[in-house]
C-alpha cells in the first residue's frame, strides 16, 4: 500500500503473451506443469534478469517504460533464446515461465 500511496509502479506477473496474472494462477500453473517430469525433476527454474542501473536509464524515463522494455526483451529475445538453448526443437510458445518486473 505504501508503494502506491507514494506513486510507485506495481506490477502483477506476466508471461509470452499476457499482462495481469494473478499470483494464484502462477502458483496453480507452475504446480501442475508436470508433463513428462520424472519425480525427482525440477519443476521450475528462478532465473533473475537484472539490468545495470545504466541500461535500465536507457529503457525509458518512467518506472513503467523501463518495466514494458524489460517485459520486451524477455518476451521477444530472452524466451526465445532460452528455448533454443535446451536443443530439443522447442520455441517460445514452449516454455511456460511468468515474470514480474
Not at 56 to 72: L, P, V
Amino acid at each position: 500500500m505504501e508503494r502506491i500511496m507514494n506513486g510507485v509502479f506495481t506490477e502483477s506477473f506476466f508471461n509470452l503473451t499476457e499482462d495481469g496474472i494473478h499470483k494464484s494462477e502462477v502458483i496453480q500453473k507452475i504446480d501442475t506443469n508436470i508433463g513428462q517430469l520424472m519425480k525427482t525433476d525440477a519443476k521450475f527454474y528462478a532465473i533473475h534478469v537484472s539490468p545495470s542501473a545504466t541500461e535500465m536509464a536507457q529503457m525509458g524515463n518512467t518506472e513503467k517504460e523501463q518495466s514494458d522494455a524489460i517485459k520486451r526483451y524477455i518476451r521477444e529475445v530472452f524466451i526465445p533464446a532460452y528455448a533454443q538453448n535446451f536443443n530439443k526443437g522447442l520455441d517460445a510458445n514452449d516454455i511456460l515461465f511468468y515474470g514480474t518486473t
